[in-house]
């Protein structure tokens, strides 16, 4: 099961400086039906009270220190970090977490930060929870609560994490040549939705394997693997990733079946229907004529249906 950690206030606990939750998501409701969901909160970790007085990025000589509003002198950073540190040593498994848009200590990105005299000086700051939980694992997918409701960012949060399950279920046992091999063969068709670029040179990278040192060789691919799929796949790439698993049935369909799936495709290509349309339509014409190859690239099937990732992308 994928497991994630979660801003404690965005699934229904009243930990926020003013004593209330976040307003219910219902997109959490499915998110809690296929992952366990490690609710947290870093500022009631480390004593802080509910309610309490809000805290805030201050930057100081061009370091970002968090700290209380009212004096900006009492500093939370070291204990925040701590909290992050501790989070993941009880957390090995985590496969991603979902954080809260504008916090001092869990907005992913554009957290307001203001100067020593009090005023705000710039929106690029970090929070001080997550700015360590990426510093120690930077390839841990991260996404604000907010961003969610966007179909494309959380169709895309959901296929990085997967893919970082399996990258640290994998991790269990020795790294070969062989097993990152096998590994990456599973995910080559989701790449090359997302990257082709990237999809060549994982290509030529893994090329090297059992030349080199597999430790060094694996950190550089699962960096690559990850960054390719950092942005939403365009409709153009998921298209044309299509057309390539649509031609592993060219020998086995009869010619209505041609017509129909290359029309249902194009529909996509055109806007006309979502994802979910053609890749339904490809995986009925996959079981009534098995193709191992195909039935093992995680793109047929990145994440369990009940997300209902692919219905409105
Ligand atoms: S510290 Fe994070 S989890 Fe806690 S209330 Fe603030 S945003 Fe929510």
């Not at 404690?8 to 009243?14: E, H, K, T, W």
């Not at 990426?134 to 997967?162: K, Q, T, W």
Request: hydrophobic share 35%.
């Amino acid at each position: 099961m994928l497991k994630l950690g979660v801003g404690a206030c965005i699934v229904g606990s009243p930990v926020r400086y003013s004593g209330d939750a976040k307003r219910h998501n219902p997109f959490m409701d499915s998110v809690a039906s296929v992952a366990e969901l490690v609710a947290f909160c870093p500022e009631v970790s480390i004593g802080l009270g509910v309610p309490r007085e809000p805290i805030r990025l201050v930057d100081e000589e061009g370091q970002v220190r968090v700290k209380d509003s009212s004096t900006q002198t009492k500093d939370f950073t070291n204990k925040l970090q701590k909290a992050a540190q501790s989070f993941l040593q009880r957390n090995t498994d985590l496969s991603g977490y979902i954080l809260v848009k504008g916090s001092p200590s869990c907005g992913t990105e554009r957290v307001k930060v203001y100067n020593e005299n009090g005023n705000v000086s710039h929106h690029k700051g970090q929070g001080g929870f997550v700015a360590e939980l990426l510093r120690i694992e930077p390839l841990l997918p991260v996404e604000e609560d907010g961003r969610l409701n966007d179909a494309r960012i959380r169709e895309n949060f959901f296929v990085r994490a997967y893919v970082y399950r399996d990258w640290k279920e994998l991790q269990h046992d020795e790294m070969t040549a062989h097993r990152l091999i096998t590994f990456y063969s599973q995910y080559k068709y989701l790449v090359m939705a997302h990257d082709i670029p990237a999809y060549k040179e994982i290509g030529r990278l893994l090329a090297e394997a059992g030349k080199v040192d597999i430790a060094v060789l694996s950190a550089q691919f699962i960096n690559l693997l990850m960054l390719s799929l950092k942005n939403p796949a365009k409709r153009s790439g998921l298209t044309n990733t299509m057309q390539h698993i649509r031609g592993y049935l060219k020998r086995t369909i009869s010619s209505i079946e041609k017509v129909d799936v290359d029309r249902c495709i194009d529909d996509y290509r055109t806007g006309l229907v979502p994802l979910v349309v053609p890749m339904k339509m490809l995986q009925h014409l996959f079981n009534v004529h098995p193709n191992p190859y195909i039935r093992s690239q995680v793109f047929m099937s990145p994440y369990p249906e009940e997300l209902r990732l692919r219905n409105n992308i």
